[in-house]
């Protein structure tokens, strides 16, 4: 961040009064601008034993198999967002489960929220950021093909417990960077 939102006359960072961290506070105004954690939210979209997976056709991660799900918009619930992203991915309704897994990635600043979902038909295809979707057995889901560690955790999770028909919300952190 360069420039005040409010008045617009430079930034510094610093440690504000009765503060405990650095943020960016306004030379001239004083505003201090604080940056929170991003929101991703999505869904493991089921049916008939299967999981449903996007292939990435967006970077980072292009051409990689992925779980519906994206950046929370403001003015919507996380519910919201985890549908909204497995209609835009994948052009599939479902019903909303529970909440699945939250998992922290504090190097890159995000919260990644997974609801288990099922899908209402078998009517589905690739949204534009999806090169295709298709329903994948849990024996055969593409492990060294997939995205990110948070939905290769949550689908590990998801095989883990499916056969044991028991579904419990899982609280985790990924704190290592992602290798190409």
Not at 59 to 70: D, F, H, K, V
Not at 128 to 133: V, Y
Not at 162 to 171: A, I, L, R, T
């Amino acid at each position: 961040m360069k420039y005040c939102s409010t008045c617009g006359d430079q930034v510094e960072q610093r440690i504000p009064q009765g503060d405990n961290r650095h943020r960016y506070v306004c030379v001239s105004c004083e505003t201090i601008h604080y940056q929170n954690p991003r929101i991703v939210a999505g869904t493991v979209p089921v049916m008939d034993g299967q999981v449903l997976l996007c292939r990435r056709a967006i970077e980072p991660r292009y051409g990689y198999w992925t779980l519906p799900a994206g950046f929370m918009e403001n003015s919507e619930t996380t519910l919201e967002a985890a549908a909204r992203e497995t209609q835009e991915e994948a052009l599939a309704d479902v019903d909303m489960n529970e909440l699945y897994t939250v998992i922290h990635v504090p190097h890159i600043d995000q919260v990644h929220m997974f609801y288990r979902a099922t899908l209402t038909s078998h009517n589905f295809g690739a949204g534009e950021e999806s090169l295709e979707t298709q329903l994948f057995h849990l024996n055969d889901i593409p492990w060294d093909e997939l995205s990110f560690p948070t939905v290769r955790r949550t689908l590990e999770l998801f095989v883990e417990d499916f056969s044991k028909q028991h579904f419990p919300v899982h609280v985790e952190d990924i704190r290592y960077q992602m290798r190409k």
